[in-house]
């Protein structure tokens, strides 16, 4: 897989995750989409939503994510316009892998705390891995392609 396929799969993960998370801040607003994804007492976003406790100082576990993805997006770019910086790669690498760290926090909040499951939110969980994977593989190519000769 070439360079820009994998930074290609970075953008279309944080893209589709972006999508996603603004989505969770409609079902948060619109009391008519949380029905969309809550099937059951346990599969249930409006549990999650209705809890109180998918904040992390203070924010919102959606504003989080369109923040997040957004973020990525813009370091992904960065990095891209730079190839012969390790910077770039390494910051991107740093920020999924903070995204990866808050999406287990939140999954621990839903299946430990709140004992519901968001669907929604694991979609934006797998974006944010996806592109987190992209970042581990960006770092690599960058290392190896920087390294002295």
Do not use: H
């Amino acid at each position: 897989m070439q360079t820009r396929t994998v930074r290609t799969v970075v953008y279309l993960a944080a893209g589709i995750g972006m999508v996603i998370s603004i989505f969770a801040a409609a079902e948060l607003l619109d009391t008519a989409l949380r029905s969309v994804c809550s099937y059951s007492a346990f599969f249930s976003c409006s549990a999650v939503d209705s809890s109180g406790k998918t904040t992390f100082l203070w924010i919102p576990d959606y504003a989080w994510g369109i923040g997040g993805f957004i973020g990525i997006m813009i370091v992904n770019a960065l990095a891209e316009s730079r190839p012969d910086d390790n910077l770039g790669a390494y910051g991107l690498l740093a920020l999924t892998t903070a995204g990866i760290g808050l999406a287990l926090y939140f999954l621990y909040v839903e299946l430990a705390l709140i004992n519901a499951f968001c669907v929604v939110c694991f979609a934006a969980y797998l974006a944010g891995f996806a592109a987190w994977a992209g970042a581990i593989e960006l770092t690599r190519r960058t290392r190896i392609a920087n390294a002295p000769a």
